[in-house]
Structure formats: structure tokens, C-alpha cells
């Protein structure tokens, strides 16, 4: 593989508007298809997670954040594994993950195996769909359209994550690499244990399969 | 008619490797790659370029910061909307030097650089083609309320509104049903608008015959009334809601009517008023301060949240990213874990009790002041040519702290208004002769010749008189006050944690990186205006406006209306409005319209009424929490059409209380008051809510994206240039979605412009009739105001209106009997564009040359917060900051206002500790079994009413995770109660259980689901401000919406009016007792202040 595309979130960032959700709907049109809600999927979604709130009584030590959480295109998705009709594979130019949509049979079994719930259902179409890192927007030269939308720049796109190197363009197009923020992809922690906290995987399940995504909670 | 849904389906798109046309050739590279060709889903994007996509740039209105947008439009048909990358307010330019990025050099590619619009400003695209749309306009044939209704024409509507006949020959009198199956004429109420015109008004020709007023209806027969309280023009109210819209001024001034409906007093005016008398000294609505975010390093906020409808979402949330990146340190100061709160935690995390906002100020202040740790330079400097002789930096904003009062009259001292006196260093006493420094240009008085904490005989300093009422609240010392100002607002610590911040907070401000807000936190209670200018006080004691960030305020709005152009013949309107607010007073405090004690309240009882309902003197900003039970009382006179724009959504204000059910209709009809009340009441709206379900005739409207408009306030941190060299950045609203017809109406040569959902008019329509016949969808509501204009044949519509008035639009651009009026002032006053396509596509001038040569002093220029244009490369410059921020004049901590009326001289002060006051001033406690405070909020991704039945916003709604991973994902839809988990053991609620709420304005109560969460301080709990709405879709089916919404394909979303909102279970105030707790001062209502109980429910 030559390289691997993948989302960095700056979780100190996000704010949780959840802009990313909606321009993603807006740009993949996963917006209902019959009724109020038959045939909606969300790509994206903006976790809420505040550890702990049952039972702490410190609110003002109560931990609450947000992780725009998509599709990871996994090193090695569990989802592509599970298949059965072998509909899901990795793409060799940049490990995107794609769904074969005429060969998908809808047995939901890519949902369940995926630690993130990253395919979605389409009950009208009954097929799996989920984030395509907006490929069509790629190959036009144009950010995924979350990251092109998200307010506070905490989603950002990085076209190679297999190289933590400071000279790897991370930065927003409009800004260079690395800045004031920090944002240089050693900043972004990638381990199991991070993103388990954050997103909450099993870090038992799929613990080989490293998630193409950083996170930046310092 | 468009169908973007059945489009989207029919269209489904299936993409082949070897697709080679247009910008799919990269795309078939990369399929390569795979052996069989991938294959897009059910939902394949939409095309990016080609000859149909169009790009369009616009200003948002999904919330009022009017980011700008670019639509992307195909064939017709919005497919997405992106930000508007010339927008100053939403692009990656602005504010990237302040981040440390580099600010590009040139906006080469806007179509592939789009800027960042929110949740909301995605999902406008939901909001023009949502399956709820009203599309035809319909008249009631049931009782209000009942869903039922008839299909009826634009002239029909029309005729019965303006004449109350459903033709326009007056001989058939419009019917509607009253509720107990009768009927009832609208000419038989007086209701129509002809009847409502004053005869003899100035430029009104007196309706005659049938279409005359009735004898002794122009006012009300209550007793106490305020005789003089208006022309009987008044007895319209026409107006918006939070929308603005281009000619509703228009309408009002040439009807004559002062009554509109502002939401401000459900919505800041708490936070407006405080600003008014406070950096003015008196009642003029000139600041909109609000903390700035790109200088400060250390930032209070006060139950302020940039990510909870606090405008403009979108450059604070993003500029405060930056400012807790680069380092900068955020206080918050919540009794929940806002979304703000969640960046802070511990000791930059303030939980303090309900309503002690201004205790907390108050303590702050008190350390300020014992530690001598303000800033002494500006508190002493009399005028700013003072502190410029100190400093050598412009300056232009002083503050009154140096001035002395007489406390022996509460009024400040030294003859005339313009002069204040001061006390001299040399002697102690007053200089000989008045001293004017009271004026910006008021000549140098050296510091070291002023004192700032003395007194002569009954003369005191403002800053001694905060100093001794800081005192006095503990009796003993300034540093005591400390401690039981702690204890207060629930601090435990003796107050070792408030010196701490005080002082962190005085050390952040010595190098000028302070500010502090409170908006929509502080104050949204009914001590809330008094709160409000303690927090001022902080901001003045530490001068955190002389420079960049710190308190920044705009030049001033554009407005919601661009103004009547004075139609000849136009009618002068006077009188009290229904609001009963300043405008009925005058500034010293005597009414305009009868005499105190008679006609308002007593003087003997000040905190005591005589009239029917309470007067707001001191407000500006209405009170729309009671206009509508004003109105049912007819007070102070009878309202008798009210003509509702926009969706102002005027039943669902506050504490109408519902059933168990969430069913509040009977209530809301109940508050209606009968149908001879208020006889006619007429929605202009997109979608129907809950008021547009109870009037008798709903008229459907076009969206933002369908229509020309301008920027109402535009964003108090951002002027946007109006007129300026930056004019068209996002603050220009323009149809995206539209055609465009050359017409003719009675031989009068027009241009139309419409909604994709109206058949496009053509041709010549020989009448006005067949000209608004002609219409059979949403119409924008200069339309809809020309319409009724020219029925009635009011000043300022219909050929020649402005010849000879001096405001002449032009040849052939005048209000002729075109629709025309908006799109012709649109161009008037931004003349960059041609013609009646406004503004060039990328809708701005100058740039992006503005930003060429970075670095240029003189080139390099952008506005920036405050209105300031600035060089992005000098935000950190040692002196480029100073005096920058459009902020000039002074700054008041103390009111001789608000001594002159009915309040006590503590009034006066920033240093008044209120607990939860009812609307006389007075304390009120609901019983003790309802022991938990009620909080809401706003998320960002519903701002107003009309985002409720927006299905994209609607399904982000959801739960906190408890932990990672051990929850399901999909937690949309489900709004729930949130309860402290102390709070829920001791009531045995758990986690997702059944609850009920109530109040000691809803007994019944209301259900909700309980979410446990620590993010709750223990004695509150929170519901979200947006759902358990009975209207706005989420019921279609079994009410009959299927005739006339615009999908009828598509069922309710029963997440609308799932779970509860705080609207169902807050308190009226007791006194009135049909509107919210309301501040006394500001009108403002206090939505944080209910108290309620929680109690689990089976199942």
C-alpha cells in the first residue's frame, strides 16, 4: 500500500456542533429516503461521552467530550473480513475502505464485526453503506466534506497517516505544516488505549487492527 | 414543482469505472485499482462541477450570525451549501493570523475553498425542501386549533384580510368559525384591516361606509387604561419574530401602527438593557458588547456558551479553539456541564448556585478592590484625553467611577447634564464652578489632581459608593463581604477559591488579556439585569474595552428593517405600543400617557398595580412573554388583527403548561382568549407551529434560500462593512433558488421574483386582483406586505407612492405597482451590483485584493472584531491594539435611572443581590415540595423555533455516553431530563426511567425520560429548549396534514414532540400569572429561574 488516508480529530478542538454530521448528509445524500426516517444513515456521528456520569458526584471533575467518529478504513478492517459476499475491500492507492454496492446482501454482519458501528443500514435500500473519506471530493481536489465544514478545524484529513513525520503536511490547506496548534502528526496519539478512551472500542477484539485516525486529547 | 427527494431516488446514480466525462477521470484512476468496479449506494453524491452546477453565494438565516454561504445549485434543485469563503465572519481568512496560520495570500478558488458554516447552516437544505412546508394559503373551517382547514387563493386571503369579503366586490362578508360551532364575521369584530385604519390619520383617507370603524372600539374599556395610549392604527400588530425581513417597518409606518412583535425579552434583552444604561447612561440602544476572542488570554464566562446559541456560532466556537490552543486560560461558570464547561475542568470550572451570577461578580469586585488590583489609570481618567496625557495611546471610552453623585438627591452631582463633578486631589472638594467632563472631548484633567474614593459632605465617588455597598453586605470588611458573597453562591472554602480567581483574573488584565461575559447565562433570571451590570462592572473595572479583545462591541446594526423610506403621505404613528415598554415613558420616568399612580401603578405602593398588567418603563426591548395575555386583556388597548411574519411564534412563549399528554392546545387557546378577543390572527410562515395552528388564516412563506433579504443584527462582533468597502460579505440574503419574470400589472411595466414552489408568473395582468391571483405558492413577505398595500391603497405602494419625497429610488426603480420594493432598496443601497441581480456572484468588492502583500500596513486590512479594521499580522503589535474597538463615550456603573422611578437607590448600583423576584421586585419562592431549579439551553444545532422540524437537526439530538464503548450508538432523538445523580437516588430515579415534571404552574406535569448525569449541579436540572412540540410535523397523520403539506408522502416524526421541554413546566410569575418569571427591569423573561419536581413514574 502506498499510503493510507485517514482523519486526524483534535478532540481538543471539537466542539461538538455536529456541523460535520450534516455536511456529510448533505454531500453523500444519506438524508431519508421514505418517511421520517426509512433509508437515513449516518456516515458520521459526533459521540458524546461523559465517563463516568452515573455515579460521580464531582461535577465540577466531570470529564464530557466529543469525537466526530466516521468510518477508519482500517489496516485491517474486521468488516471486510466478515463479509460474505466479499463486497468490502481496501483500496491499494490509499487504503480507503469501500463498499461494493451491487455485491453488498445486507446481512449486517460488517456492522456488528466493526468496533464503530461504521456501516450503516439502509433499510430502503437494504445495503450497507458508510463514509467513502468522500473519494468523489478527493479526486476533485476537494477536503472530505466534514472536514471542509468542521468550525473549530478539529477534523482535518491527512492523505498519509504511515508516516508520523513533521514534514507531512497535517495543517489545514490554508496554513503550514505543523503551526502554532501543534498539529504536527506526532501530536496525535494512535494507540489502542487512546482511542478506546475516546471512542470506545474493545480494545480486546480487534487489537491488531490499528485505527487510521489520530487523536489529540492533550 | 421540485421534489428533491423523488429526485434523488429516480435519479440513483450508479458510477462506472470507466466513466471518462468531466472530473470523474481521476476517479476512473482510482478505480483501477480494483478488479470489479465500486459502486456508489442508494446515495451517491451529487455532482461537484458540470455545466449545470451553479454556485451561489448568499448569507445563512439558519440562526441570526449570518454566516455567508455558497449554494451549490443543479438544475434548479439545492444540492448542498458550503460556507461563503468571502464571508468575514465563517472563512478561513479571517482570524487565521490569530491562530498562527498563515493567511493566504489570495481566495484564488472560492468554489474549492468554501469557508465553515455549522450543523444548522448544513442543514438548510432540510429547512427549503422540508415535507412539512405549507404551500397554499389556508383559512380555518374548524374551531382554532382544531387542524382544520380549507384550501383557499392569495386573493381570497387577501380580500378577507384586508376587507374582511371574500371577493373584491364587498358584498359577500368573510365567515369563520367560533369555537362552539357558531360563526362569526370579521367585520362584525372590526377586525379587518380597512376598519382598523384611523380616520383622519395624517395621509390616510378615513374608511367610509362598511368599511368604517366602529363607534367606541378604539380603545379598551378596562378601567386605568392609558387614555392617549394609541391611534387606533395600533390595534394592528404586524411584525416578525426572530426572522428579518426588509419591509416590515415599511408596512407598520405606512399603515400607521407602532406594534410589532419582538422575541427580544424571551431571547437577551436582559443582556441589551443592561448594555443600554449602562454604556450610554441612558436609554439608547447603541452597544452590543460581547467578550472578544482574539486577544484575550484569560476568559470568564458566565454561563456564557459559544457553542449554545450564542451568535455567531461559528467564528467564536472556532476562534475560542484557538484561544484555548495557543494557551489562553477559560473560567466557566455553569451549573451544568455545558459544551463550553466540557473544556475546563476543577478550578477553571465555577459551579455556582442558580441566580448568584451578580454575588459572584459582586465578590470579585470586592477583592479587586481591597487588593487594589483595578485599573486604577482608567477609573480615575475623566475623560479619555486624561488617560491618552497618561499614557500616550488613543483613547476614547472613560468611565464615571471619578464622578461624584449627591446622595442626598441620587442624582450625579454638577450643573447640567453634561457636567460631573469631580473631587480635587489638592483640596478634597470639588473644583469651583461646574466641571464639564462629562463629554469624550472634554479637556485632560491630570490623574494625579483626581480622586477616585472620597467623599464632600453628601458627595460621594461611584467608586466609594460600590465600595461602601460592598461593605455593607458583610457589615464588617471588604474582605469579609468576600466570604459571605462565597457563601452565597455556595462556596464552601470561606472564599479562598473567589480571591484566588480574583486575582488571576486582576494579574490576566494588568497585561490587558482579560474578559468576561455572561450572555445568555447571566442574564436569564429575574435578577438578571442587575447581575448583568455587576458583570459589566467587572469589564469596567479592569478597562477591558481600550484595546483589542477584552469587551468588544460592533458600530452599530444594520437593523431589522431597512427603514421606511417616508412614502409621501405616509401616517405618523404615535402611542403606547402593546409591549408597554419605553416607549410609553419618558427618560425621567414620568408616562407619557397618564399619570403615575392613576393610570399605571401607585406611587404610594410602588411595587403595587392598579392597571391590569404590569408597564416595563425601563425596558425597549418588549415583552413578548405577555403581549399576547396583554392583548386578551386589552390592555392597554384592544389588539384587534395580528398579523404574525415569519413564524414568531407568540403562544409558545412560556408557561402556557400542558397536559400529561404534551397535548398544550387547550391551554394555548385558552390563552388566545375566544375568538372575540383577539378577532384576527394571521400566520405568514414556512411551517406550521404552535401559534400558525391556532390563527384563522396560515399564508405559506418562502425560506432564506428563496428570497432576497438583508442581515438583520448581523453579529455584534462583526460589523460587516456595511456600505463599506467590504459590503456584500455575507450580509446581502439572495434568492438561490428562484426565477425571475418580467410582468406587467395594470399597463405598469414589473419584475418578479419567486419561489421554486409558485408557478413563475408571466405576461400582463391587467388588475392588482389578477395579480395576486396569479400567485399559488409561498410568497415572501414583501410580497405579501405589497399585496395588502395595495388593496388598501396605503401610502407607499401603487405608482408615483415616492415622487417628490425625497427619497426618490429612481427612474422606474420606485415603489410602483411592482413587488418590487425590497429588491429596489437592495439596490439602492449596495450599488456594487447590476441591476436586479444585486450584488456580482462572489458578492463583495475589493477582495480578495484586500489581503495581497501580507505585512502592508495600509493594504493588508480586514475587519476584525469590534469593528476595527485591522492588519491580521498586528493583533499582538505592543500599541496596534489600542483604542481600536469602536468603542467610545462612557461607561456607567452608576443609575440615576433607575433611582427615579420606582426603585430604591441600591438600584442604582451594580451591587444588588437578588435572589429569583417576581415582577414587582419582590422575592418569590415556589413551594418547597418543588425543589429542583429548572435549567435549559439552546444547542447549537437548534437555535430557534424553526430548526425544530428540520429532520437533520432533529436527529442529533441524544444521550451522553456513561462510559466508551458501553452504550449503543444511536442515541438520536431521545431528549431527556438531566438529574444529578445525588439528586436521582434520593428520588429513586435511574438512568433512562419515566419521570414526571411539575410545576407551580403545571401540576398536571409533563413526562420525560431521565438522563442521570454528573454534568449537573445537584439542585438543578436541565431540559433542552427543542422538543415535545406538538406542531412543526411532528404529528402528520392523524391531523390531517396531509392537505396541505408539501410532501404528503411523508409521515410526522414523532421526535419532534417526543420528550419534554422547559417551556411545558416553567412558572409564570405569580403576579401575572399567565407569563414566564420575568425581570422586573429588563422584561427579560428568567428562564433559568422555575423550580419543579421530579418524580419517577411507572413504566
Redesign the interface.
Known sequence: MAHQAGFLVDIKRCSGCKGCVNACKAENNTRPQQGAFKGSVDYRRVVFTSPGRLTNTDTRNQSRFFVSTACYHCTNPACMRVCPARAIYKRGTDGVVLIRYNMCVGCRSCQFACPYSAPRFNSVARKMQKCTLCQHRLAAGLQPACVQTCVTKALRYKSDMTHDSSTMSVAPPDGPPGGPSGLSAQNFKRDAATYAALVGTSSTKHSQTLPNVGFNNE | MIDV?NR??SRRT?LKASAAAG??V??ST?FA??A???????????D??GANVKWIRSSCMMCNSNCGIQVKVVSGVV?????NPYSCL?N??FG?AV????V?STISNPT???A????K???G??TMYSPYRLMKPLKRNGARGANSWEQISWLMAINNIAYGYDDSTGTNETTLPTDSGGTYTIRSQGASLAQIREPGQSGVTPPTGANAMPVGDVHSTIPNKPVTGGMAANRLVYGSGRDQYATIGNFRGNFGTKNGTSHESFCNSGWKISQDHSFTGSYGWKCALQAGTDGPNYMVLLGAD??EAWVP??PL??W???F???GGTLVTSEV??S?????T??TT???VKPGTDGALCNAILARWIDQATYASDFLKSLNPASLTALDGRPHTFVSDAALLVDTATGFKAGAGAAAREYLDNGTGVPPAGPTAVDTVAGAAVPQSQVVLDGEDGTKKTVFRLIKEALIAISGTTLDATVTTLAGECGFTDGGTEIRALADAMAAAAATNKLAVDGYRGVHAHTNGYQAMRAMWALNIFQDTFNRIGGVVRHKGAPGTSLGNPSAVGAPASSGAKLTRDTSGYNEDGTTKYGTEGVDYYTAADPRGLTAPRRWFPRTKRGNMQDTVASAVDGYPYKVKAWILIGGPNVLYTSSLGRDADNNHTDRLKETVGGVYKLPLLVAHTPTMDETAAHCDYVLPAVTYLERWGADGGGSPLIHHGYGGSMSGLGHIRRPVANWYANITIAANASRACGSPFTTPLSGAYATVDDYIDAWDGPVLEDDFSIFLGLKLGLPGYGVGAFTGSGADLGSGRGLNTSHFTAYMWHERKFTAGADWTGLNNDGSTGEPDEFAGAGDATNDRFLFMGGRWADPTDVEHATAGWAKNGQSGRCYLYLQQNAVNDYDASDNLPIRIDGVINVNGLPYAAAAEYDLNLITYKV??HTQSRTTEN???V??T?????????EP?DLHGYPSIWI???AAAARGIT?GCNVLITSSSNSVGVKAKAQ???????ECAVLDHHYSRRWFGSVIPSYNYKTWARDT???????ISSGATYTSVSEADPLLGDCGLTDPISAQLGYNDSKIKVERIYP
Open positions: 427527494f434523488r431516488i450508479f472530473g470523474t481521476a476517479a482510482m485499482q480494483t470489479s468496479a465500486w459502486t456508489y449506494g442508494e446515495s451517491a453524491p451529487d461537484i462541477s444540492e448542498k451549501i458550503e460556507g465563517n478561513d481568512v487565521a491562530s498562527g496560520e498563515v493566504p474549492t475553498k468554501g465553515r458554516i455549522c450543523a447552516g448544513n442543514a437544505i432540510m459559544f457553542n456560532h461559528v466556537s472556532r475560542n479553539a484557538d484555548r490552543r495557543r451544568r456541564v459544551q463550553a464547561a466540557a473544556k475542568s476543577g470550572r465555577l459551579i447549537g444545532w429532520k437533520w437537526l436527529g442529533l441524544g444521550r451522553d455516553r456513561n462510559a466508551a464503548g458501553t450508538n444529578h445523580p445525588t438512568d442521570v448525569t454528573a454534568n449537573v449541579h445537584e408522502s411523508v409521515d410526522g416524526d414523532p421526535r
